[in-house]
């Protein structure tokens, strides 16, 4: 595997939930890793990362704060993203990679969120 692969995406109602996995390459996989959003017409941006440990809390990025949980589970080697109550600005496509840029390896294709009013 050389990027990340996400799944999980899909079409959703406003105020409805939302799944996201992702498996990584074994490098990326030991260091903090982190979840990114891309609405169209915008950059990426980052909106979630945990350590590699979890012994530090996660951050969130305002928007998604008390809606979006990271988490990961260390036996399968998967990140996940538990998308709730989501708004329309939510929709976008979804990327996981390390948190630090030094450590990112190429990027998936990413999963589309689309939210609908």
């Known amino acids: 595997q050389e990027h990340p692969v996400e799944s999980g995406g899909g079409l959703v109602q406003a105020g409805g939930s939302l799944r996201l996995s992702c498996t990584a390459p074994?490098?990326?996989?030991?260091?903090?890793m982190s979840w990114f959003r891309q609405a169209p017409g915008k950059e990426r941006e980052e909106i979630a990362s945990v350590s590699r440990s979890r012994a530090a809390p996660a951050w969130y990025e305002g928007s998604v704060k008390g809606r979006f949980t990271i988490s990961r589970d260390s036996a399968r080697n998967i990140l996940y993203l538990q998308m709730d109550s989501l708004k329309p600005d939510d929709t976008g496509t979804y990327y996981c990679?390390?948190?630090?840029?030094?450590?990112?390896?190429?990027w998936g294709q990413g999963t589309q969120v689309t939210v609908s009013s």
């Open positions: 990679n390390a948190e630090e840029t030094a450590w990112r390896g190429s």
């Open positions: 074994e490098r990326i996989w030991n260091r903090a």
